[in-house]
C-alpha cells in the first residue's frame, strides 16, 4: 500500500435522486482521457459501498492532492434543477460514508477528511466535510500537513528534469523514435512537447505535465506493460 493520511470526499455532481454505478463513473473518467474511476470509493444512492480504482493506486480525483489520499464520492451533489449545488446525501448515504470514512481511517492511520472544495474553486461536495468530519480525529490531525503532488511543468528547473528527460528518452528508444532529447535540466518547450507525445501515445491526458499519473505511466511504458485502467 502506498502511504495515505488524508481522505478527500467529493460528489458526483449528479441531481439528487439520480442512480449512478461505478461503471458509468469508470465511462465519464475514460472519456476524459483518464485512465478510468478516479475515485477509490463510491456512495451508492442506497447507502451501497462499492469499490472504484484499487486503494494501492494513486487516485485522480483533486489536482495537486491525488498523492497521500484517497478519494471518496457520493451519488449526489446537485438539486433536481442539475446546476444548484446541494447536499443530497440521504440518510442511507450519510450512514454508509461515515462508516467508510472510520474504516479507512482505522485501517490506514488516517489523519484528516477533507471537502474537494477545500482544494480547488468548486462547490464539490456540497458540504462542509472538515467541519462534519473533524471530531472523527480528535489527536491525530494537529500539526496535519497535507501531502501536495510533485509535479514537473514547463518553466521548471533542476536534475529532476534530467532525470526526466533520460526517461523520455528511454522511453523514446523503445518507441525506435529517432533524435533523442538532449537531457537538461531546463523543462523548456521541447521537454513538453516530448511529454505530450509521450501522453498521447499512452491515452492519458496530455497536458504536458509530469505529475504522479504520468510518472506511473512511463514505470509501466518502460516495463514494456500496457496503459494503466483504473478498473481491471
Ligand atoms: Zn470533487
Not at 528527460?165 to 531546463?186: F, Q, S, V, Y
Request: net charge positive; with cysteine; proline share 6%.
Amino acid at each position: 500500500m502506498r502511504p495515505v493520511s488524508e481522505i478527500i470526499v467529493h460528489c458526483t455532481a449528479t441531481p439528487e435522486g439520480r442512480p449512478v454505478t461505478v461503471a458509468e463513473i469508470d465511462h465519464w473518467h475514460h472519456a476524459r482521457g483518464w485512465s478510468g474511476i478516479g475515485y477509490h470509493r463510491v456512495i451508492g444512492l442506497n447507502g451501497e459501498r462499492w469499490v472504484g480504482r484499487p486503494l494501492e493506486k494513486i487516485g485522480a480525483h483533486c489536482e495537486g492532492h491525488n498523492t497521500g489520499t484517497i478519494g471518496v464520492v457520493y451519488v449526489g451533489g446537485l438539486a433536481k434543477d442539475g446546476r444548484t449545488p446541494k447536499d443530497t446525501r440521504n440518510d442511507a448515504q450519510k450512514e454508509a460514508l461515515l462508516a467508510e470514512l472510520v474504516d479507512l481511517r482505522d485501517r490506514f492511520d488516517i489523519k484528516k477528511v477533507s471537502g474537494h472544495r477545500e482544494y480547488a474553486a468548486k462547490a464539490c461536495p456540497s458540504f462542509d466535510a472538515s467541519a462534519e468530519y473533524d471530531h472523527l480525529f480528535e489527536g491525530r490531525s494537529k500539526g496535519f500537513v497535507p501531502a501536495i503532488d510533485h509535479v514537473l511543468k514547463r518553466g521548471d528547473f533542476g536534475p529532476d528534469v534530467v532525470v526526466w528527460c533520460g526517461k523520455l528518452n528511454a522511453w523514446r528508444e523503445t518507441m525506435r523514435m529517432k533524435a533523442p532529447l538532449i537531457p537538461r535540466e531546463d523543462f523548456d518547450h521541447d521537454v513538453e512537447m516530448a511529454t505530450i507525445e509521450f501522453q498521447r501515445q499512452r491515452r492519458i491526458v496530455a497536458d504536458g505535465k509530469v505529475g504522479p499519473q504520468t510518472r506511473g505511466e512511463m514505470k509501466l511504458a518502460l516495463a514494456y506493460k500496457p496503459p494503466f485502467r483504473a478498473l481491471g
